[in-house]
């Protein structure tokens, strides 16, 4: 039996053995408050003849607590404190009180006075107001006990389930965005390659060896919830190859790693869709002299991702280059690094540049 499923099951024999160590350890409780506060009978009659019979009384006034009790939780509280309707539960208490001491009289009379008697003790004398008054706060504090234990256990219930709706939101949400963050570049690369079969320049098996690695990274380990840092970069470096290889215009990159990612882990395809991006708008800009910088950092748990591009002095709009992809990059990462993440995205005369930085150790489970 796990304690998960002590505290939470709600199979009747986790229940009973729950509900049974909780008066248990109530009895043993008043027990010692009773043997503790009585001193002067207990060495008038002897600690353990006086400690049988407080045991045989405890036993029966908390058989008629335990009927209060259960009549709070699983009466009042269900009907009353939850539809607030406050006036009615406390009118319920009060009245099961009353009920309590009247129950607690009638049970003192005729069984708790006999005992007595045969362990030649006085029998107690005007039961109903003396009894109530003087266990009305060990009363109140077993009730509000049970009451504080079932609230604990319906607030981390509660807890839990809004902690699932907010996974399966947050499921949803990356499922949506993921369908506006694809490769896009696979088209565009084979119908590159292609062309470049027919040139005298045999580079094909080569373009055709990094386009594999980076396929075999989509698909068979961007389904992981997370993968190693040095995976992302590796499939980043293949693919600034690639373009290298298939970009006739002269395209100038410049790649530059710093740091060791060691055993960091990412979210799988999160850096490599901005440097896709990124790429995109050079392949775009119909001047003659383009270029592109990529930079990654590894400090700690931070990975910093610095891509620079050349852009035409005319583009200078912002919306021209904050693409619903990037709209859906920066969403993608509220969900999954909220909070622990800064991402820039600066328009100057001929350059973009997107400056990204994320704490890994802060990924949302």
């Not at 869709?273 to 700690?300: C, H, M, Y």
Request: charged letters at 20%; proline letters at 4%; aromatic letters at 14%.
């Amino acid at each position: 039996m796990s304690l998960h499923s002590f505290i939470y099951s709600n199979n009747p024999r986790y229940r009973l053995f729950r509900h049974s160590i909780f008066w248990a350890v109530w009895i043993i409780y008043l027990i010692i408050v009773t043997m503790t506060t009585r001193s002067t009978a207990v060495k008038i009659f002897g600690f353990f003849p006086f400690l049988e019979y407080v045991t045989v009384e405890i036993l029966i006034a908390t058989s008629v607590d335990m009927l209060f009790c259960y009549s709070v939780l699983y009466l009042l509280v269900p009907r009353f404190l939850f539809n607030e309707k406050y006036p009615g539960f406390f009118l319920g208490f009060c009245l099961f009180l009353l009920l309590d001491a009247a129950l607690s009289s009638y049970f003192y009379t005729w069984i708790v006075n006999p005992i007595r008697t045969g362990w030649y003790h006085l029998p107690e004398m005007n039961i109903a107001i003396k009894d109530f008054l003087r266990n009305l706060g060990s009363i109140m504090m077993m009730a509000c006990l049970a009451m504080a234990i079932r609230f604990y256990k319906m607030w981390n219930t509660k807890k839990k389930e809004l902690y699932l709706v907010k996974s399966e939101k947050i499921n949803k949400e990356l499922k949506f965005i993921d369908t506006y963050i694809q490769p896009s570049f696979l088209p565009v690369m084979l119908r590159k390659i292609y062309a470049f079969s027919f040139s005298t320049a045999n580079r094909v098996p080569e373009m055709l060896e990094k386009l594999q690695n980076i396929m075999s990274y989509l698909i068979d380990e961007c389904n992981h919830p997370t993968v190693a840092l040095t995976r992302e970069i590796d499939s980043i470096r293949d693919f600034i190859q690639l373009e290298k290889l298939t970009n006739a215009s002269g395209l100038t990159v410049d790649f530059e790693q710093q740091g060791d990612p060691g055993n960091l882990r990412i979210v799988p395809y999160l850096l490599f869709p901005l440097v896709e991006n990124n790429f995109r708008q050079v392949n775009d800009n119909i001047n003659d002299k383009t270029w592109a910088s990529i930079s990654i950092q590894v400090d700690g748990s931070k990975v910093k991702l610095e891509l620079k591009n050349s852009k035409p002095v005319e583009t200078s709009n912002l919306f021209n280059y904050e693409t619903i992809n990037l709209q859906q990059m920066r969403k993608r990462l509220d969900l999954l690094y909220p909070g622990s993440y800064k991402m820039n995205i600066i328009i100057e005369e001929n350059t973009f540049i997107i400056r990204l930085e994320i704490d890994l150790s802060k990924l949302v489970s």
